[in-house]
């Protein structure tokens, strides 16, 4: 089996190379990755030189390079996860998002028309559905809940994973598509709620917490997701959609908390900046579909989970103290210098 995993220098596609490698020695892995700023390949560092993994540096946007990437692997199976994936950055420049999740997926859409790929995989978000009201915890989104996004970057993902049904419906592509909640773990990169403030409570920091921090997010411990990716991609059926989440809510105020908790540090270090625009207030996934047909369960619970990444962050400080000293330092001046 060989599979074209897109985005693997990036967090969850780098948990997911990890996870292949270990749990399918037999199978070739070929990473596709752009480097953009969130692509790292410190994060693939213990699997370079392995014999069934392959990097290749190129943008899924490339029609002529993708083609030819196709031509030359033959792969099995695609996994998408390439993305601009960071809410905030869509706000700045949307044109990015557009480029690489709408674009981006429809040249992988045609090269795996012409190339006849057994799966294609897209990677997707529980974004697309918008967000739930804080008042409702009776409400959860399912596969059938409507498309109805908040942000350019949400809009991208839905824009894709609607052309991805449509070369389904249309030329029969086998297809499968995940739409998960927020994911957190190791290699997350330190621009995104959990690891930045585990970083900024370390250097003792102030911790950036927007509006009065009540948004809630479904968490994920990353490794659950490659599992229900892994499950997904054998035994998920074509042309269907599977919700990824598992009833780990937590408003942000407590995962920030809990981290301030688990490091010791004083609640005086949080700063309630202003509001993001049209911030999604809670999300939560009903995850019956893919317990009930793939016997998928979390296997990692909030609790456990920050504990593992806490501990994570502390025995890889290298590994996020060289990116935060590089670029990413003026972007973070200008995202939060005058909030
Ligand atoms: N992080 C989450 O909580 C979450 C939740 C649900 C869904 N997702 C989805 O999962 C996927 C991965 O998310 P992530 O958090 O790992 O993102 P990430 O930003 O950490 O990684 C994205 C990777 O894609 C690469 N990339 C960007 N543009 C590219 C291009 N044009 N061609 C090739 N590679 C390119 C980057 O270099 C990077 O390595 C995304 O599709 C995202 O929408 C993420």
Known sequence: MKIIVTGGAGFIGGNFVHYMLAKHPSYRIICLDLLTYAGNMETLAPVVGHENFTFVKGDIADRAFIYQLFETEKPDIIVNFAAESHVDRSIEDPEIFLQTNVIGTSVLLDACKKYSIKRFHQVSTDEVYGDLPLDRLDLFF????????????????????????????????????????????SYH?????????????????????????????DWLYVEDHCSAIDLIIHNGRIGEVYNVGGHNERTNLEVVKTIIRELGKDENLIQYVTDRPGHDRRYAIDPTKIKTELGWEPATLFDEGIKKTIKWYLDNKAWWERIISGEYQSYYEKMYADR
């Open 189 to 217: 990169f330190p621009e995104k709620l959990i690891p930045l403030m585990i970083a900024n409570a370390l250097n003792d920091k102030k911790l950036p917490v927007y509006g009065t921090g009540d948004n809630v997010r």
């Open 142 to 185: 399912t596969e059938e809940t409507p498309l109805h996004t908040s942000s350019p970057y949400s809009a991208s993902k839905a824009s894709a994973d609607l052309l991805v049904q449509a070369y389904h419906r249309t030329f029969k592509l086998p297809v499968t598509i995940s739409r998960c909640s927020n994911n957190y773990g």
